[in-house]
């Protein structure tokens, strides 16, 4: 309901740059942004409801390839080689153990900008990634997220399918390894 390309300008995003697919915006005036918006707006889970709207598709050419490869293991990979061309700020480490993984998320911006919005679209992103390769009902068995939960209803639940811990001591979803090297039966090698 509120007015994005004001918000934008006052962040000091030109709106014209979302017409120029190339161009790319720093994440700590993205996070102000969100933060900003979410605060303004009173909308806690904003970066969930983005998160609702995206898809790989959305940072181009390089999400489409994602989406042809052949397991999810594949595709994070892929993404931790060519970060640079999607994004020098998030980034998810893997860790596995006895048949359980875990993916936490990384977040490269200032100390001083707002992160909950940043995060959560950030964790979100990830589990889309999941999604696309492992079908759509894919659901982590556990997320957590390091700041408080938020007051009122919200979309955390709902959007991840599964437990959401707040408070917790690191941003990210626990799933099972198997997960990692299944194959995506709609890879395609030769795209």
Avoid: K
Avoid at 86 to 113: C, F, P, Q
Avoid at 155 to 169: N, Q, S, Y
Wanted: aromatic letters at 8%; charged letters at 20%.
């Amino acid at each position: 309901g509120g007015d994005p390309y004001a918000a934008m300008r006052q962040a000091g995003i030109d709106p014209a740059i979302l017409t120029r697919a190339d161009l790319t915006i720093p994440a700590e005036t993205v996070a102000w942004l969100l933060d900003g918006l979410a605060e303004r707006y009173g909308i806690a889970d904003l970066g969930l409801r983005l998160a609702t709207r995206r898809r790989l598709a959305n940072i181009g050419v390089a999400g489409l390839v994602l989406g042809q490869q052949p397991t999810v293991r594949a595709a994070l990979a892929m993404v931790e080689r060519y970060r640079h061309l999607m994004s020098d700020s998030l980034s998810l480490y893997l860790r596995e153990e006895a048949g359980a993984g875990t993916a936490m998320l990384g977040l490269a911006i200032g100390s001083s900008a707002p992160q909950r919005q940043s995060r959560e679209l950030g964790l979100a992103a990830f589990v889309h990634l999941f999604r696309l390769l492992l079908g759509e009902t894919w659901q982590p068995d556990a997320v957590h997220l390091t700041h408080s939960a938020p007051r009122g209803p919200t979309l955390h639940r709902r959007f991840f399918g599964c437990p959401v811990h707040f408070d917790a001591t690191f941003d990210g979803f626990e799933f099972s390894v198997a997960d990692l090297d299944r194959i995506n039966p709609g890879a395609d090698a030769a795209l």
